[in-house]
Each structure stands twice: as C-alpha cells, then as structure tokens.
C-alpha cells in the first residue's frame, strides 16, 4: 500500500482527523511499507509520545511523591546533625527498605491476579484478592516489626558504629506505625491500578506530600522533637494516604463492582496467592537490595559517619530519579506488551526506539542538573562542611548512574513487556552480585577510593546489565515475538485466574 494514502492523517493537511485518532493498526500497516520517509517521523514520534505519557504520567506522580515522604523526612533529619542523618539514612535503607522491598514485591503480584480478574470481568473477585492481599502483607508486617524494635542490635551485628545503630533504632521504631500503614496502602494502590485508577491517587499523593512537608518543620522545628518526631510524622503522613485510598475505595462509583464489602472468602485460596507474592517479592528485592546493600557497606569503612551521609545524599537523589524512571518503564512493558498482543510487531519496536530515546533525553538533563548544582543539593540535607565536600566528590559517579538509569529501567520494562522476566532476573544476579558488588567491596576497602570505590562497583554493575539489555534487545526478532504472545494468550486469562479465585 502507497504511504500516501495515509498523508492527510499523518500530517494534518486536508483532513479533520488528529494523530491522536490513529490506530495502532493504521500505524503497523504504515510501517510495513519501508523505507519510510524521515517527514513522517515527527508525527509518528508525536503519536507514540503521547500515548506513553498518557501511560506513565500519573505513575510516575505517584511513585516520586510517595518516594519524596521519606525524603523530606531526612532532609530534616539531615539539619539535626551528621549522627542523626547516619542512623536514619542507615534505618531507612538497611531497616526501612527490607520492607519497602517484600512489601512492594508482595503487591505485584495482587496487581498481576487483580489485572487478569478485571480482564476475565471477575470484578467481584477483585476485591477478595484485594482483602487477601492485606493479611498476608499485615502478617509480613508483624514479622518485620521485630527487626524494627531491635534495629539496633542488627546494625551493630553487621559492623555499624555504636552511635550511628543507635539512632537508626530510635529512627526505625518511630516508622513500625509505618509499617503496617504500607501494608495496607501497597496492596490498595495495585488494586486501584489494575482498574486504570491512576488520576486520584495522583493528587492524593501530591496533597499528603505538601501537607508532610509542613508537619516535617512543625514537629522537628517547632515542637523540637528531634529523630523520633521526624520518624513519627512519616508515619502519620503514609497513615494519611492509606484513610484516602480506603476511603476512596468504599465510597467511589468506580468500585461498586470490584469492592463488594468484607467477606470470610478472603481467608480461603490463600496459599496459592501466598506462592506468587513470594515468588514477585524475591524478583523485585534483588533489584531493590543491591543499592541499599552499597549504603549498608559503606557504614563499615573509615569514619562511617561521613560515607554513610555523603553516599545516602547522593543514593536519595539516585533513588528520586529511579521512581521516575520506574513510571516510563512501566509505560513501556505496557506498550511492547499491548503491541504484541495485538500482532503489531514494528510498532512494538518502535516503541521501544520512542521511550528509550525519550529517558536518554530526561536522563542527560538531570545529570547536567546534578552537575552543576551538586553543592547546592548536599546542603538541602546537612551543614557539615565535610560531607557537602565528600558529596561534591561523588557526584560524577552520581550522574553517570543517572544517565544509565535511563536505559537500563527502560529495557527492563521492555524485557517484562516481552515475557523475557526469567532471563532478565539471571543478568540482574549476575551483573549486580556476581561482578559488580564484589568490585566494589574490592575498590571499596582495598584502596583509597573508598566510598567512591563502592560506587564504581555498582556502575561497572549495572553498565553490564544495560550492554546485556541492549544486545537482548538488539537482537529481537519482533515477529517472532508477536508468535510467542499469540501462543501465550491462548492460554485463558481466566484459567489462570481462577487458581487463585475459584473459592470466590
């Protein structure tokens, strides 16, 4: 077919219709007729743009607003001084982010089941999944809150400094009401998402975010109630977020049909639900664990105190522009994974060229951000003239881990997108603690790089991990791709559902 016979869609000249109008159908068959001429580019580059920041827009919102609680929780701390940023940087990723990591595992796999419930139009089950979903977070909740209670004694067990363990404890036993508050909000989240219901948890998140930042100053400037108030008022924000995502759940016309009320049902099926949370949360800890691992190692080098602030600015800043990341990449398993359902293999891989351009873009801007702004940014959370000039230090490490982390999420979504999960969890194992945490504890402690020795070790990490995406990636055949998925969508959606749902 002639390429011109789609000019007036393609370029607005002489008819009504908007890019936005095409379909995905429209644009495989475009593609099909190779070469295709650089003038149609723009538009087609401005078609894919505007479906994936349709797709990632309200996720990203949610996922950096949420991330920025605990971050402005430790800009304050920062100001109560270098021992008490230690022991909550220390508490929030060594305490804190073991059960950010089981937690938000856990509830990708109640967004896998209630997506493929919603699908099947099981929607009553939803909301059963939903309630199961909670105990078992709530029962990992209780687990946790014993590591919490007795941080202390396991930071010095692994050879942090006495003063820094203990006050990440008082920091970790002021977050236990946390705790169980994201027990309840995770699960909530995934179960509004599996129903495209992004818009309002957006705004919820901007709005308890706002209102943290003033409770933050009032209770640890005002009311000077130190550590513990600043660990208390994070707690009471995620308390704040959990009331309006339950409240919104009751009372919403959006789930009359998936939320049908309490119910014993909850209690049956619950073991198979409990092998698949296992199985999601081990998948996502490892990519979770191995950041917070390097902050956890740099508290046993040479004056802790100083490594462990100057790396946790810095992995705060990494850890912002990774949720950011995480929405593009979510974005972009939807696109791939839609795409070859639907038998579009070019606009799939065209998908892939669009977003991954688009997160090179964002990344070269925020490392240039970081660059030039690297002492301004070490001074949002501390005064202390040697950890501002140990953060300056590391932020070219900084922002190479940026600009990397601005391809590598990416083609993770794609490979998630493609079905390639069990490949992609052997590289991550492999690059991130077969070679790249080993070269860093090597540079770490062997040398007198240090602290930035640790960090080259992640690099060299996840530089391996990106090249192997890329050659994966690379090296697709997208048709067939699209083979493989029309093979896996034979297999009922509903059949699988009902593994977890037949007791409903």
Request: hydrophobic share 50%.
């Amino acid at each position: 077919m002639d390429t011109s016979e789609y000019r007036p869609l393609l370029l607005g000249h002489d008819s009504h219709a908007r890019i936005s109008d095409l379909s995905s159908g429209a644009i495989e068959e475009f593609l099909e007729n190779q070469p295709v001429e650089f003038r149609w580019w723009p538009r087609l580059i401005g078609w894919e743009s505007r479906i994936l920041w349709i797709l990632s827009g309200a996720s990203i919102v949610i996922s950096v607003f949420n991330f920025m609680l605990s971050f402005v929780t430790l800009m304050f701390s920062g100001h109560l001084g270098a021992t008490e940023l230690a022991g909550a940087s220390i508490a929030s990723v060594g305490i804190q982010g073991l059960a950010y990591g089981i937690m938000l595992g856990m509830a990708s796999a109640l967004q896998t089941v209630c997506g493929q419930a919603y699908g099947a139009k099981k929607y009553s089950a939803m909301g059963i999944v939903l309630q199961r979903a909670i105990i078992l977070h709530l029962g990992a909740a209780v687990l946790l809150t014993f590591v919490y209670w007795y941080s202390g004694t396991i930071l010095k067990a692994i050879g942090q400094a006495d003063s820094t363990a203990e006050q990440g404890q008082v920091f970790s036993r002021g977050l236990i009401l946390q705790l169980y508050a994201f027990a309840i909000a995770c699960p909530m989240r995934r179960f509004l998402q599996a129903q495209n219901i992004v818009n309002p948890l957006a705004y919820m998140s901007v709005g308890v975010f706002l209102l943290h930042i003033l409770l933050s100053w009032l209770v640890v400037y005002v009311l000077d109630y130190g550590l513990l108030g600043a660990a208390l008022t994070l707690s009471l924000s995620w308390w704040i977020l959990v009331i309006l995502n339950g409240l919104y759940i009751l009372l919403s016309p959006s789930c009359k049909e998936t939320w049908t009320g309490f119910s014993i049902k909850s209690f049956k099926g619950v073991w198979p639900y409990f092998k698949l949370t296992v199985a999601s949360a081990v998948m996502l800890c490892l990519e979770i664990w191995y950041n917070q691992g390097l902050v956890i190692i740099a508290g046993l080098l040479p004056n802790p105190t100083i490594a462990l602030d100057s790396i946790s600015i810095c992995m705060n800043y990494f850890s912002w522009d990774i949720e950011f990341m995480l929405g593009l990449s979510a974005a972009a398993s939807v696109r791939v994974s839609n795409e070859l359902g639907a038998g579009h293999p070019r606009v799939a891989k065209f998908s892939v060229l669009v977003v991954t351009g688009t997160s090179i873009i964002i990344s070269l801007i925020f490392s240039v951000i970081i660059l030039i702004f690297k002492v301004e940014l070490s001074k949002l959370f501390t005064t202390d003239s040697s950890v501002i000039e140990a953060v300056s230090g590391l932020t070219p490490l900084l922002a190479i881990s940026v600009f990397l982390n601005g391809i590598q999420p990416i083609l993770s979504g794609v490979a998630i997108g493609s079905g390639w999960q069990a490949l992609v969890a052997y590289v991550n194992l492999a690059t991130y603690y077969i070679i790249g945490l080993p070269i860093g504890c090597v540079l770490g402690f062997k040398t007198s790089l240090q602290v930035a020795g640790i960090w080259w070790g992640m690099v060299i990490g996840v530089l391996l991990q990106t090249i192997t995406l890329i050659i994966l990636t690379a090296r697709t055949n997208w048709n067939v791709e699209v083979e493989k998925a029309a093979d896996r969508l034979k297999k009922s959606a509903e059949d699988e559902t009902q593994d977890f749902v037949a007791d409903v």
